[in-house]
């Protein structure tokens, strides 16, 4: 069974994994983006098993956006 624990750091370590290899930035830099950028939330319970899923705005990779 997947505790919600094991769920989330299963979906932080895929976001920070998604944020490095498709947007290049370094494992403190997508640190930080997720600590104020990135929303997780359960999406899924079923016989005992956790879902988290994470989501990132796509405005914060855009150029020339003044946040």
């Known amino acids: 069974m997947l ?3 094991d769920a989330m750091r299963d979906a932080f370590r895929k976001m ?3 944020l490095m ?3 290049g930035l370094t494992e403190d830099e997508a640190h930080s983006l997720m600590s104020v950028g990135v929303d997780f939330g ?3 319970v079923a016989d005992g098993n ?3 899923h ?3 705005k796509k405005r914060f990779f855009l150029v020339g956006l003044d946040l």
Do not use: C, H
Request: charged residues 20%.
């Open 3 to 5: 505790s919600i624990d």
């Open 16 to 18: 920070r994994k998604f």
């Open 21 to 23: 290899g498709t947007k």
């Open 42 to 44: 359960i999406m899924q």
């Open 50 to 52: 956790w879902g988290v």
């Open 54 to 56: 994470a989501i990132v």
